[in-house]
């Protein structure tokens, strides 16, 4: 049971390129989410999923995309990338509301913007 | 939106000793989690705590949900506890969760 899996676990892009960071669970969970975190600081919340078709905003979403085509998969696509964009990003997901839908996490991408 | 602040931001310990870390968030919530994340950056989920108090092993959290914070407790502390320890809320019961700033956690052995 491999949980959340990100990949890559690191990448370097220039100013301007465009990539996905990929993101699949095998838990079977209908929600998962996107966060960024900065060095030194707590996660913010980048997108979130709480079924395959339906996404949402979280408090970042600026220069961010995802998709949800199916329940395993959650990809972030970073469009015309800036420096500000240089951080950790963390792909989690639970199974549901309430008791019960504790956050897993995946172990994080590190992205740097150059 | 919802503000979550921890205390202390840094923790020196000597292994064996015990600490309290606190959690104070400004709104009612439905949802809150503690999670470590290790030098290595992995986050682990260690609570799911709304409300009461919880025990796994060495570590035990509770929150008074009517008093708006949670602390957690690390008993005869080691240095495989050492990391930033975040507490998170949400106002509803799902996991769109809103960090505090972290306690960062050091046990020297």
């Known amino acids: 049971n491999a949980g959340v899996t990100q990949t890559p676990k690191f990448r370097i892009l220039k100013i301007g390129q465009s990539m996905t960071l990929q993101c699949t669970q095998d838990m079977n969970h209908n929600y998962m989410y996107w966060y960024r975190q900065d060095p030194g600081m707590g996660l913010k919340l980048i997108y979130y999923?709480?079924?395959?078709?339906?996404?949402d905003k979280g408090e970042v979403p600026n220069g961010y995309n995802v998709s949800r085509s199916t329940t395993e998969d959650f990809p972030l696509r970073l469009e015309l990338a800036a420096p500000s964009q240089t951080s950790v990003y963390f792909c989690?997901?639970?199974?549901?509301?309430?008791?019960?839908?504790?956050?897993?996490f995946g172990e994080g991408s590190r992205l740097t913007v150059l | 939106g919802i503000q979550v602040e921890q205390s202390p931001p840094d923790l020196i310990l000597q292994e064996g000793a015990n600490s309290t870390l606190r959690c104070n968030f400004s709104?009612?919530?439905?949802?809150l989690q503690w999670f470590h994340q290790n030098p290595w950056g992995q986050l682990i989920n260690l609570f799911y705590?709304?409300?009461g108090t919880k025990q796994n092993g060495r570590l035990s959290a509770t929150t008074v949900a009517t008093e708006r914070y949670s602390l957690l407790y690390i008993s005869s502390s080691q240095t495989t506890d050492s990391g930033v320890y975040f507490c998170a809320v949400d106002k509803a019961a799902g996991n769109k969760l809103t960090f505090g700033g972290g306690t960062r956690v050091l046990v020297k052995p």
């Open positions: 989690a997901s639970s199974g549901g509301r309430g008791p019960g839908g504790e956050l897993f």
């Open positions: 709104d009612s919530v439905n949802n």
């Open positions: 999923s709480v079924g395959a078709g339906i996404t």
């Open positions: 705590i709304p409300s």
